[in-house]
């Protein structure tokens, strides 16, 4: 079970309302045994996806029907493309291949979702935004 807490003078408090809802759960007088983590900015996480998503919708249908009209297969491909990727080595193709690394909280710091959106940032204007300005996709993000 997880759950966000924030740091106070007198303790440890629920983060949100769903935070406290699975605190609630917890039985009083027992003994928990904790991690502690801090989290990314989940503003952060939350504008990365609109970026994602605003990305897609600017591709053609071409580019749709490339990546299954997925738009996590499209995702991904970038994010290999930016550097974020691991190399693993296929027995049945024999050779190495590329695999996308996870994104999630727990796999990564602050400071390296930082230089992974900057980097996806640059891919998708090198190669799938190379018909739109900077200017135009950073007004139409606010949208998403």
Request: glycine residues 2%; aromatic residues 14%; charged residues 30%.
């Amino acid at each position: 079970m997880k759950f966000n807490v924030v740091n106070t003078a007198t303790g440890l408090i629920p983060a949100t309302d769903t935070d406290f809802d699975v605190k609630r759960k917890l039985k009083i007088g027992s003994v928990y045994q904790v991690s502690i983590r801090e989290v990314r900015n989940y503003e952060f996480h939350k504008k990365y996806f609109a970026l994602i998503q605003c990305a897609w919708e600017y591709q053609n249908e071409k580019v749709v029907e490339h990546f299954k009209s997925n738009i996590e297969l499209f995702r991904k491909t970038v994010e290999m493309a930016a550097g974020h990727c691991d190399l693993i080595y296929s027995i049945e193709r024999k050779e190495w291949i590329e695999t996308p690394k996870s994104i999630a909280f727990d796999a990564m710091s602050e400071s390296e979702f930082q230089d992974l959106y900057d980097n996806v940032l640059s891919v998708l204007f090198r190669i799938f935004l190379k018909h739109v300005t900077e200017e135009e996709f950073k007004r139409n993000l606010q949208y998403f």
